[in-house]
């Protein structure tokens, strides 16, 4: 069975950073493409960052510059280092999968999008709390 497993997430204060990872099982991983995502109370779930089998990667405009999205073959890891925290980077912060969509998302990577649809495999999710 497929399983995303996040962690990292905690309290930082601004200007702070954090490295978020997310365990997946050896079945999930393999031609899979990985995304993080974000969501705060009251607002829509945000792409963060995402990576393709190939290892190209798209941010979202609130990630560029200050986050990146890495993963370690050997340990089946996503991560996503974060530095040059704000505020509004607090949020609820998951990780996602997606292996026969990844066309989808390859098309809407060229487009700088990347959208929590295209995505089928989710965790569960770790908060990440930035202290003004």
């Known amino acids: 069975r497929e399983h995303l497993a996040e962690s990292g997430g905690g309290t930082v204060q601004a200007g702070g950073s954090l490295r978020l990872s997310c365990a997946h099982s050896?079945?999930?991983?393999?031609?899979?493409?990985m995304a993080w995502f974000r969501q705060s109370p009251g607002k829509r779930r945000e792409g963060v960052a995402a990576?393709?089998?190939?290892?190209?990667?798209t941010y979202g405009d609130s990630a560029k510059g200050r986050f990146t999205i890495y993963q370690d073959d050997d340990k089946n890891t996503l991560y996503l280092q974060m530095s040059s925290l704000k505020h509004e980077d607090t949020a609820m912060y998951l990780c996602a999968a997606e292996h026969f969509g990844c066309p989808a998302i390859r098309a809407n990577q060229a487009l700088g999008r990347i959208p929590s649809g295209d995505y089928g495999y989710w965790g569960q999710g770790t908060q990440v709390t930035v202290s003004a």
């Open positions: 990576i393709d089998t190939d290892g190209t990667t």
């Open positions: 050896g079945q999930l991983y393999s031609g899979y493409c």
